[in-house]
């Protein structure tokens, strides 16, 4: 791989070990994958973030770095960790706060910003063409099509290895010639009645190349929640959003064209709730966008509190503080506040029978790390389903 005189100082250990140790890291993968050389990126946001994923040998890992006392090169945001940092909810468990907050500690002690979310963008929305170092499946998807940003799919360990050297290895989604959309899904006018994380969990499992997706006009939240879900149950980093992907960040060679029915995605919606079951509702993954926050106003308003169940939302601490009017009437409902977490990557306290959600991702998650059933639902269902 060719380096720069620069990165070969920092390689062989002229700025300290742990710079040194970091682009190793960057250079190895990178030369395993057939890359040639290194890009500088602008921002890394770093996954693998919540105790309850990394455990101690992650724990470890991030403290040895920290001891060394570090800066990352570059803006630097994190993923959620695996407690609430508002202290209100009822449905998260904190028993691993004390942890949580070492790991915390190293993050922010070597410059990153404590957004504690899986929506980075709405901290600061990048360019299109900027390469960025994004590890969060969800964010990178988001980042790539929305935004036609440039970054692969990284493990929390190389994107924080690239938030302290500032560079990535260039291939992949860096290079404009592997963002080529070959598949045209055009979605039919039945799912959109729909979340439309049921089309992405569709899309995930069955197409394996870079897919166009012709949609009508949809708000940023449900595009949010068709990504991570396409992204969860597959392993996509890019879908061409018709319209809506930045033109010069993507080209089009198409071989096949789907048209996606709604009995292909309707096995997905899963469980509905029996009357004797104790419901949790769920919102907030990828976290809980400032438009979904205005729908659950209104969606609330006339209730009092719920009549089953729980309703559980969650989103950055920032969103919660700029929308706190909001959030109140949120709370005057009984409605369960969790910051900077979310329940596939933390302890629930209880056991309950089912989860209904509006994310594709939470369903294939929770699924599978909580053994919980799980049905998807439309917020207004959500909200109908535990208030009435
Ligand atoms: Fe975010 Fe947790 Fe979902 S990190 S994307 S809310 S699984």
Redesign the pocket.
């Known amino acids: 791989m060719y380096l720069t005189p620069f990165q070969e100082r920092m390689l062989k250990g002229e700025f300290g070990w742990v710079y040194a140790k970091a682009l190793e890291i960057i250079v190895k993968v990178g030369e395993a994958l057939g890359s040639d050389r290194l890009v500088e990126i602008s921002h890394a946001h770093v996954?693998g973030v919540?105790y309850s994923n990394i455990g101690e040998p992650g724990l470890d890992f991030l403290r040895d770095f920290y001891r060394e006392m570090p800066r990352f090169r570059v803006y630097t945001t994190i993923?959620?960790g695996c407690v609430d940092y508002g202290m209100l909810s009822q449905v998260i468990d904190n028993k691993y706060l004390g942890k949580q907050a070492l790991i915390d500690e190293a993050l922010v002690g070597m410059g990153a910003k404590p957004v504690f979310?899986?929506?980075p963008y709405y901290h600061r929305p990048p360019l299109p063409g900027e390469h960025l170092a994004w590890g969060?499946?969800?964010?990178v998807i988001f980042a790539n099509s929305y935004f036609g940003a440039m970054t692969n799919r990284e493990g929390g360990p190389l994107a924080l290895a690239s938030a302290l050297t500032g560079f990535t290895y260039y291939h992949g989604l860096h290079e404009l010639e592997n963002r080529v959309a070959r598949v045209l899904i055009k979605i039919s006018p039945l799912i959109y009645n729909k979340p439309l994380s049921l089309a992405g969990l569709w899309i995930g499992e069955n197409v394996r190349k870079v897919p166009m997706l012709e949609i009508k006009e949809k708000p940023l939240y449900e595009i949010k929640a068709l990504l991570?879900a396409m992204a969860?149950s597959g392993s996509h980093a890019l879908a061409v959003l018709d319209g809506i992907t930045p033109k010069g960040t993507y080209k089009t060679s198409i071989e096949e064209t789907i048209t996606l029915e709604f009995s292909d995605v309707e096995k997905y919606i899963g469980e509905t709730p029996g009357t004797s079951e104790t419901v949790l509702g769920y919102v907030?993954?990828?976290?809980t966008h400032p438009e979904e926050l205005v729908i659950l106003r209104r969606l609330l308003e006339k209730y009092r509190e719920p009549k089953r169940g729980r309703l559980l939302v969650?989103m950055p601490p920032e969103i919660a503080s700029t929308y706190s009017s909001i959030v109140r009437l949120l709370l005057s409902r009984k409605v369960d506040i969790a910051l900077g977490?979310?329940?596939?990557?933390s302890v629930l306290r209880k056991k309950y029978d089912l989860m209904l959600t509006n994310?594709g991702?939470?369903f294939f998650?929770m699924r599978k790390i909580h053994g919980l059933k799980v049905g998807i639902a439309s917020l207004k269902e959500i909200v109908e389903s535990i208030y009435t």
């Open positions: 996954s919540s993923n959620p979310t899986c929506i969060e499946s969800s964010a991570a969860a907030g993954c990828p976290h969650t977490t979310c329940p596939v990557v994310s991702k939470a998650y």
